[in-house]
């Protein structure tokens, strides 16, 4: 997805007040695997922090970091950098109960531009989930992040980490990706135990800010990852909140992914297989001249395009 630059930065703390320490405290959570974010966007719903850097270092001047200005990136226009931001305002419109936990796995450079990272920050930060997902009350993970890799390639452990997470009703929500591969999906979205995200584009093929329309027939985006391993296709065309505030209309799998991470939890059943199959008993069908899918309506009309 992101291409892989070596960042050289430096980054300022930020606080987000008094975090809550016991699930009982708080809300069922969100997290959100990417770029970081200013928590001040998000008032009244950040409720943890973290981050995990393989190439820089984070606020605390270590390579990992959790608790207050974890996940905080200093402002940018580069368009890699804003994403998780962009992540975390479509999972705040569609599911605006729920809380949020943005871990950071990318830096940026003095220009603004995105440092290096691979799966390897990822699994440190499903690590993290994992020993805190009680304490913090985790219910989703949402990862748009990854990159296609032959004979889906990952880091050693990270295929138990998802079969961990799912024993407890945690979904691993991931993105296909954005290549228009007609045999592959990304890595880790291809892990059988994920849930796989990709995109329609309705009502244009194209990336023009024209709000999705809810009434055309739910096509296959063109530039979806395509593979066996895709779950779910939903609306990939949303207007998003940028990290400097400003707002973006965004087209692409990542779009659809956060979405269908906000709708899991609004769905979700006493276990992952029970809301696996209620989304799939009420999904209705998406296809393309190559593929047919199942498909998740989840309307951004009435939210707005704020």
Known sequence: MKKLMILICTLTMVTTGTLPTHAADIAPSIVVIDTGTDPALFPGKIVAEACFLEYYTCANGKQTMEGPGASYIAPTTNKDLTHGTQMLSIIAK????ANLIPIKIVERTPS???????????KLALDWVIANRVKYNIAVVSLSQGGIKAGCRVPDGMVAQFATLKAVNVPIVVSIGNNSSKTDSNAPACIPDAVAVGGTDNPTPTSKPIAWDPTAKPYIARYNNVSSAVDFYA??????????????????????????????????????????????????????????????????????NA
């Open 94 to 97: 569609v599911n605006p109960a």
């Open 112 to 122: 603004g531009n995105p440092m290096l990272y691979t799966l390897a920050s990822v």
């Open 235 to 304: 609306n990939a065309r949303w207007f998003t909140t940028n990290r400097d505030g400003s707002k973006k209309f965004i087209v692409g799998t990542s779009a659809a992914t956060a979405s269908v991470a906000g709708w899991w939890l609004l769905n979700r059943k006493e276990s992952f297989d029970a809301t696996y199959k209620y989304l799939s008993d009420n999904a209705g069908v998406a296809s393309n001249e190559w593929f047919t899918g199942k498909y998740i309506f989840i309307d951004s009309i009435p939210m707005g």
